[in-house]
Nanobody, 121 residues
Framework: QVQLVESGGGLVQAGGSLRLSCAAS????????MGWFRQAPGKEREFVAR????????NYADSVKGRFTISRDNAKNTVYLQMNSLKPDDTAVYYC??????????????WGQGTQVTVSS
């Protein structure tokens, strides 16, 4: 099992950038695929991006493709989400998860507590 702590959220103007980090405890981090999800007020949690254990394979939701980049540093037990060209619709609590690929989706086994991202217009 791995414990996850997100950081890097905040308030940013539309068009701006943020980088989220998710630090993992435990020596098994590198065996997990990792994912980022988000949940806006009144909406269900939605998939944002995923990355396989080695970092070679990544996939994104259509809504963030070309603007967000997921990456990981297994030596630092950390996964990142670089978010550029932010829009007000990106406002949400962002969660990272350790888990596994499931077809085109992702199953989270361990979740962080979330970090708030607010994009002003």
């Amino acid at each position: 099992q791995v414990q996850l702590v997100e950081s890097g959220g905040g308030l940013v103007q539309a068009g701006g950038s943020l980088r989220l980090s998710c630090a993992a405890s435990g020596r098994t981090f590198s065996i997990y695929a990792m994912g980022w999800f988000r949940q806006a007020p009144g909406k269900e949690r939605e998939f944002v991006a995923r990355i396989n254990w080695s970092g070679v394979n990544t996939n994104y939701a259509d809504s963030v493709k070309g603007r967000f980049t997921i990456s990981r540093d297994n030596a630092k037990n950390t996964v990142y989400l670089q978010m550029n060209s932010l829009k007000p619709d990106d406002t949400a609590v962002y969660y990272c998860a350790a888990g596994e690929y499931s077809g085109s989706g992702f199953i989270g086994r361990n979740w962080g507590q979330g970090t708030q991202v607010t994009v002003s217009s």
